[in-house]
């Protein structure tokens, strides 16, 4: 029987023990968002999501909410691959997987 790979997205939370001290816990970047906004949150854009995949999983091409910088920490498993569309050529690519 072939089986379609597993994956969760949009999943609020993090991998980081709530303790932790390191400069990368997503929970605790601070950035003019979370200044301006004080002790309101966004899921995942003020605090972050997790996105879990299996082997031969892949996330759609897509633009970041509110076309905002995205940050990525990869917890454990193989490298990730990223793949960019400069903003001049997205039409194109569009195009390109419309056919």
Not at 29 to 47: A, P
Request: glycine content about 12%.
């Amino acid at each position: 029987m072939n089986q379609s790979p597993l994956y969760g997205a949009d999943v609020p939370g993090s991998l980081f023990k709530q303790d932790s001290r390191y400069a990368w816990d997503l929970t605790k970047l601070q950035s003019v968002l979370t200044d301006g906004l004080g002790k309101k949150w966004l899921s995942g854009i003020t605090n972050p999501y997790l996105y879990i995949g299996g082997y031969g999983t892949m996330f759609g091409w897509h633009v970041e909410d509110l076309n905002m910088a995205s940050i990525n920490f990869n917890h454990s498993g193989a490298p990730k691959f990223w793949y960019s569309i400069g903003r001049k050529d997205y039409k194109k690519f569009e195009s390109y997987v419309k056919e």
